[in-house]
């Protein structure tokens, strides 16, 4: 039995499953998560909120996760309050709920190339049509173009990374305020990866009053170094996460994770704290492959995307057999590494001097 022999729905034939290589070498530099593991108080406090659950596993979760909900809006300050915070599973799951409310067959999502490859995944999964709009050659998005591209198509979502994945631009607020302006449906700005943008860089949360049409993104598998919790959140209108209540799973998050994620913020002041370590190492990072002389773009997130290799991936394999995975993602030509620790990047450093 193959799978193009099942009665798979007619749109999934002959896509490909998300695939980041999770492979087993010495320096893993693929997925942006953050290299620093928590401290063994944290870990301890882990331990403890897990045990506390554990004697009530027995009972479902709070279905609402209000008392998260709670600790995520006062972390994420701008007057917000549970009522305008909604979490689940990872943001994948966050953006996948707002797909399965706002899209659905006849009505399509766009996005702006090169950018998160979860976004056309996650919309084609909910029947959703993909349209791939493009960034400019800075990878930034021209405004005039963006709102040609709503004008023409009229996406039910138009998805907005900032900063971006794989290149690392963040969006002025002013490009936001307009696509936001001009899409008829809603507007995800996925910000995943905020925290590490760099100083004066503004939210698309300062946005949020006056525009019930826009949602925006965070996680904690990045600055927060929570990747295995699996907790994504996001803030918008009230009335945009009663829509998400139409599609969510009951109890979709379990009572360990919304406890592990209350605990994690309680430390926030340790998680977030290596990441002036991560910002500072980045920009070294950029500065050091550009003396290379080779292609560097400007980043406000925890990896870099560099270039152009006529063959990125015997540059890509090379590495790996160096023992430093990184990715080979973005336009023809590119790589991204994600920021690890000093040795670490000691480790790209050498390795890919070797490749060159
Ligand atoms: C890593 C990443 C996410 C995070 O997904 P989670 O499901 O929260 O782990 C979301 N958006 C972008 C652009 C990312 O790169």
Redesign the pocket.
Known sequence: MRLEDLPIRDDLRGRTPYGAPQIDVPVRLNT?ENPYGPSESLVADLAEAVRSQAGELNRYPDRDAVALREDLAAYLGHGLTHERVWAAN????VIQQILQAFGGPGRSALGFEPS?S?HPIITTGASTEWIAGSREDDFGIDPDKAIAAIEEHRPAVVFL?SPN?PTGTALDPEVIARIVEAAPGMVVV?E??FEFAREGTPSALTLLPGNPRLIV?R?M??AFAM?GT?L?YLAAHPAVIEALLLVRLPYHLSSLTQAAARVALAHRGELLGTVDTLRAERDATVGWLRAKGLEVADSDANFVLFGRFTDRRTVWRDMLDRGVLIREVGPPGWLRVSIGTTEEMAAFRAALEGTL
């Open positions: 942006n990872g943001s994948n799951e998160y979860m990374t994945n996925d995943a990866y993104t996680t598998s990045k990747a699996r994504g």
